[in-house]
């Protein structure tokens, strides 16, 4: 079936250092999107990309999609004690249903 | 606006008892999801509503788990019985009708997280 990984599984900085999270796809995706789980939280959507080589900016916060729409990363500037949380990349793939499919989570922790 | 509704957010059972949790979604979204998610996982999809209709629940266990979602609005989800391995958060979600602009766009309730014992 389709599978979205994503790397690192964790990561730990220092407050004002740069975090990047990684996340590839199995198949190619119609649209890939990512979302932040605050400790003890719910996944609460920041953004979605559909075109190939797609970037867009929230703040701190840069998103890209692959040429290939097979792979996408999220990028934060100078981190912020409020930056930690999960960030989970999620898929859609015509080749599998269109349904939805969630990658394991990068734990961000941010040291201040 | 109003965000989706679950409840309960804590259950401890035993195995082998059954549990049910309530969703009540974002007023308009006419699709709903249930989804498992275990600690350290990403979600998992168990069943996706558009309207009452089931749109997807291949990823089911269907010998214990079922879902409902009478009238189009709220939804169920059972464990009947419940296995150590069911011990995880179950989330709700919605989203406004597939083929309507940002239909994939998720809202997820708070969860109720099950502990079985």
């Known amino acids: 079936g389709q599978q979205v990984m994503q790397i690192p599984q964790y990561q730990h900085v220092q407050e004002g250092e740069d975090f990047t999270t990684y996340c590839n796809s199995s198949t190619t995706l119609s649209n890939i999107q990512w979302y932040k789980q605050r400790p003890g939280g719910h996944p609460v959507f920041l953004i979605q990309?559909?075109?190939?080589?797609e970037v867009k900016k929230q703040k701190r916060l840069t998103f890209q999609f692959g040429e290939a729409k097979k792979n996408s990363s999220l990028h934060i500037t100078a981190t912020q004690t409020t930056d930690v949380g999960t960030y989970f990349c999620a898929g859609i793939s015509m080749e599998y249903g269109n349904k939805l499919v969630f990658g394991a989570g990068t734990i961000l922790r941010v040291k201040s | 606006e109003a965000g989706v509704a679950q409840s309960p957010r804590y259950k401890i059972i035993e195995k082998r008892q059954s549990v049910a949790f309530w969703c009540n979604p974002i007023?308009?979204?006419?699709?709903l999801y249930w989804y498992q998610q275990i600690l350290g996982q990403g979600p998992k999809l168990l069943i996706q509503?558009?309207?009452?209709?089931?749109?997807?629940d291949s990823q089911l266990p269907k010998d214990r788990f079922s879902a409902e979602r009478l009238k189009g609005v709220d939804s169920t989800l059972k464990i009947q019985p419940a296995k150590l391995e069911d011990s995880a958060v179950y989330l709700c979600a919605s989203s406004l009708i597939t083929g309507t602009p940002g239909a994939n766009v998720l809202t997820f309730g708070a969860g109720s997280r099950l502990t079985v014992l």
């Open positions: 990309l559909v075109k190939s080589g």
């Open positions: 509503f558009q309207n009452n209709g089931v749109v997807d």
């Open positions: 007023s308009g979204h006419a699709t």
